[in-house]
């Protein structure tokens, strides 16, 4: 099932979601979330751009996406109706707030009459309730104000859904409490909405059925699950990372949406070594955030499009002094502040090559929610083993979206620890024992990570070109090229997995002849097609890309194995334009740059063109 919850940005839309979602975790359905809201704090009330919604998808079965579709509508006004009405299949049902469908706020956009009584909603299945009226009668022996009345209608909403999809109620209950624990008089007024949703769904004739959607426990390995959302399975990523690698966490970072959320979370974990550092802006974050890597610490600066751009110059820096530092960016709409709230994956190519001078920084992807957890074990692996700034590309979608989570044991995280230089490492000729800052680790060209006040381990930092082994400043012409070179090939060396690929052999042992190939958070959609192109009848393969860059050693010999490549991107093709450079491979790209994640349908269908084209 699909529902989608929607209104004013101020009606508590994400927070009914959250709830939904939470329940819906606790019972055992697989399910994946698309949070979608204004960037504004508080948009215009009754307008289209101030519509807030959250759609759910829940399953009792392996689910990749939050649903093409929504088979409910849950509309708490005529804008809410409006802008996503677009989105809802006939015969959908249809859940409406009556009381907000009176003349002004259908005016506001644009409803010269009402769609409940002009025959516009024939299509649907329209549940009419007056959600507002049904919640102040509920709630009148509080002596609320009519004001104070109707801000609990979603909870309201929520008892409702929750009894027509079964959903359990003690959590939210257990919620309500806790939230407004210093307002024992607002928590009693919510649960009691709540309770009256529930009861209203229960005696209505309107609702004649409900659903049941059972467990998902064939298709998830035994363990221990939890509903998690990109951000917060990022930042429990970073706090396993600086404690499997035995170091202190630090994070500076400045507020920009949608990457604030790991800040907040971090923030809550000094019992785990983790030091927050909220700077004045972004240049400052990074820049302390490099000053904690040369001391000693796991460095991780946080930020969206926008701020990568601010912090490029020290982002430069690090790949000179050859410190690890994480830098995360929730990649977000673009240009300049672009679409705040809204998903994009245009930041590749700046990650990529967004610094002046030859200045290679590793590049790391999750492609689902849970799976930033481990992507940000991976980069913190990259920086420390390398001495490197390595890149985390997540995005708006992961951020906000949720799925379940298996919590790992700690035994299957991978052990960081490094050591840090305690002594010389070098012979002069005349038999002086030295220490030379870029005196290089064969097998990684790493160079030693030396704790400032570690005596006779002093030397020289700064932007200006080193001399390869002592770190004296250099202009040498030769030793420039040089250094470059082997920066370069330190990341052209790291070690990464593998491109793993999904291609189904027929009969005869052949395999497909056309691949879909992703990065990052189109990891769902595209395998949500792909299964459906599969069951069609067609054959396609599929890979997916974690590291870009660098690339994993076979890419270019399993690009070579198909006639067509299809390479979905929420951008204008930066990852195809990559492919075709590095591999000279007609690399076709497929591109969105709405500021919403692919359709599953929509994906199925370019592949279907392209398999038998």
């Known amino acids: 099932m699909i529902i989608r919850f929607a209104g004013d940005s ?3 839309m994400q927070l009914t979601g959250d ?25 215009p009330a009754g307008t289209l751009p101030g519509v807030s919604s959250f759609q759910l998808h829940f399953a009792d079965h392996d689910i990749l996406t939050p649903g093409d579709a929504p088979n409910v509508l849950v509309a708490m006004n005529p804008a809410a109706l409006k802008a996503n009405l677009a989105d809802v299949p006939r015969g959908a049902d249809i859940i409406v707030n009556t009381d907000e469908f009176t003349k002004r706020p259908m005016a506001k956009v644009g409803y010269a009459t009402s769609p409940l009584e002009d025959g516009s909603l024939e299509a649907y299945n329209v549940h009419p309730v007056p959600l507002t009226t049904l919640t102040i009668e509920a709630l009148k022996e509080f002596g609320l104000s009519r004001k104070e009345a109707e801000r609990s209608k979603n909870m309201f909403a929520l008892g409702l859904l929750s009894w027509m999809y079964h959903r359990p109620t003690e959590g939210t209950e257990k919620f309500l409490r806790a939230k407004f624990a210093k307002k024992p008089d607002i928590a009693e007024a919510n649960v009691t909405a709540f309770r009256a949703g529930w009861n209203f769904g229960e005696t209505t004739e309107d609702f004649a059925v409900s659903y049941e959607v059972a467990p998902a426990t064939k298709d998830f390995p035994t363990g221990t699950y939890r509903n998690i959302s990109g951000n917060l399975a990022l930042s429990y990523g970073l706090i396993a990372a600086g404690r499997q690698a035995d170091l202190p966490l630090y994070l500076g970072s400045y507020p920009i949406t949608p990457a604030s959320d790991i800040l907040h979370e971090l923030s809550k974990h000094k019992n785990f070594g983790v030091r927050t550092f909220q700077a004045e802006d972004e240049i400052a974050g990074i820049g302390a955030a490099l000053g904690a890597a040369f001391g000693g610490a796991l460095a991780v600066t946080t930020t969206s499009g926008p701020g990568v ?20 960016d929730i990649q977000r709409g673009g240009p300049s502040t672009g679409l705040p709230t809204k998903t994009e994956q245009a930041d590749l190519l700046q990650a990529m090559y967004g610094r002046n001078g030859e200045a290679p920084v590793p590049i790391v992807a999750p492609k689902t929610p849970a799976d930033c957890f481990d992507a940000a074990l991976d980069a913190a692996r990259i920086a420390l083993t390398y001495r490197t700034p390595v890149f985390l590309l997540s995005d708006g979608y992961l ?22 230089a305690s002594g010389t490492n070098h012979q002069l000729a005349d038999g002086t024992e030295v220490f030379w800052p870029y005196k290089r680790d064969e097998q990684t060209l790493a160079r030693p990570w030396a704790v400032p006040g570690t005596p006779g381990l002093e030397h020289r930092i700064g932007g200006i070109e080193k001399q390869d082994g002592t770190g004296n400043i250099s202009y040498d012409p030769a030793n420039h090229d040089f250094m ?21 052999a027929d009969e005869s042992g052949r395999g497909a002849r056309t691949l879909a190939l992703g990065w990052g958070s189109t990891y769902g959609p595209i395998t949500a097609a792909v299964r459906r192109v599969r069951r069609g009848g067609d054959r396609i393969a599929q890979a997916h890309l974690r590291h870009l860059n660098p690339f994993p050693r076979n890419l270019g010999e399993v690009l070579a194995r198909y006639d067509k490549v299809i390479v979905p991107e929420m951008n204008l093709g930066q990852l195809a334009t990559l492919l075709r450079a590095r591999y000279l ?11 919403m994640p692919f359709k599953a349908e929509q994906l199925a269908e370019v592949f279907k063109e392209a398999i038998n084209d």
């Open 585 to 595: 491979v007609d690399a076709h790209s497929h591109t969105q740059v709405s500021g």
């Open 19 to 43: 709830r939904f979602t939470s329940e819906t975790a606790s019972f055992g359905n697989d399910l994946s979330t698309l949070p979608n809201f204004p960037a504004e704090i508080r948009a």
């Open 309 to 328: 751009a601010l912090k490029s110059e020290t982002i430069g820096l690090a790949v000179s002094l050859e410190l690890p530092l994480l830098i995360v």
């Open 484 to 504: 470059v070179r082997t920066r370069q090939a330190k990341v052209d060396g790291i070690e990464v997995p593998d491109l793993e690929v999904d291609d189904p």
């Open 399 to 420: 951020a906000n979206g949720s799925e379940p989570w298996r919590i790992p044991d700690i035994e299957e995280l991978p052990d960081l620890r490094v050591q840090f």
């Open 10 to 12: 101020g009606d508590g």
